[in-house]
T-cell receptor, first 113, second 115 residues
Framework: GDSVTQMEGPVTLSEEAFLTINCTYT??????LFWYVQYPGEGLQLLLK?????DKGSNKGFEATYRKETTSFHLEKGSVQVSDSAVYFC????????????FGSGTQLTVLP | DAGVIQSPRHEVTEMGQEVTLRCKPI?????LFWYRQTMMRGLELLIY????????DSGMPEDRFSAKMPNASFSTLKIQPSEPRDSAVYFC?????????????FGEGSRLTVL
């Protein structure tokens, strides 16, 4: 079955540091890939997505590129802010009428001023 | 537009009591999902509905858990009787099935504590 593996957390960075959160997946076919973010006390919200190989998703300074050859979708940001402190979830889904997401375990990011 | 609305936001109850969590999905969305989040197990899909019909309830832990969706704008997740190990944050999410975006819209969650 489908699965998503994320790097273990927690990750602690200083403000303006470079961020990478690794994500690899196992799936048949050509899934769509997502990053969701969960701020403290809130539900998950979509951060960015990519639907086919070599696509780059981007939002709020975050980027991730769909790499089919390495089955990866690593999240990056060049300069993190304190407000980026959250839990980040990598996920995949296959197109279809009853869409389900397979989530990774989540990576806690804390950014210190 | 209103997002996914869940109630209650917080619930503290004693073991053995019945708990009912409620969810109002985004208007027009026809898929609804119930998730449970704990530190130990992360985010788990409990059940999802499409057009008010339960499609997959394989994630429901046991018979103590039940979920209903009587209409397109309302769903409940019931635990009877509740146990301390049910303590978690329960999220409802909705989506438009068939949408190529694949985006789920989550509520803010219901934090359940069973003493």
């Amino acid at each position: 079955g489908d699965s998503v593996t994320q790097m273990e957390g927690p990750v602690t960075l200083s403000e303006e540091a470079f961020l990478t959160i690794n994500c690899t997946y196992t799936a048949t076919g050509y899934p769509s890939l997502f990053w969701y973010v969960q701020y403290p006390g809130e539900g998950l919200q979509l951060l960015l997505k990519a639907t086919k190989a070599d696509d780059k998703g981007s939002n709020k300074g975050f980027e991730a590129t769909y790499r089919k050859e390495t089955t990866s979708f690593h999240l990056e940001k060049g300069s993190v802010q304190v407000s980026d402190s959250a839990v980040y979830f990598c996920a995949l889904s296959h197109s279809g009428s009853a869409r389900q997401l397979t989530f990774g375990s989540g990576t806690q990011l804390t950014v210190l001023p | 537009d209103a997002g996914v609305i869940q109630s209650p936001r917080h619930e503290v109850t004693e073991m053995g009591q019945e708990v009912t969590l409620r969810c109002k999905p985004i208007s027009g969305h026809n898929s609804l999902f119930w998730y449970r989040q704990t530190m130990m197990r992360g985010l788990e899909l409990l059940i999802y509905f499409n057009n008010n019909v339960p499609i997959d309830d394989s994630g429901m832990p046991e018979d103590r858990f039940s979920a209903k969706m009587p209409n397109a704008s309302f769903s409940t997740l019931k635990i009877q009787p509740s146990e301390p190990r049910d303590s978690a944050v329960y999220f409802c999410a909705s989506a438009l099935s068939g949408s190529l975006s694949g985006e789920l819209f989550f509520g803010e969650g219901s934090r359940l504590t069973v003493l």
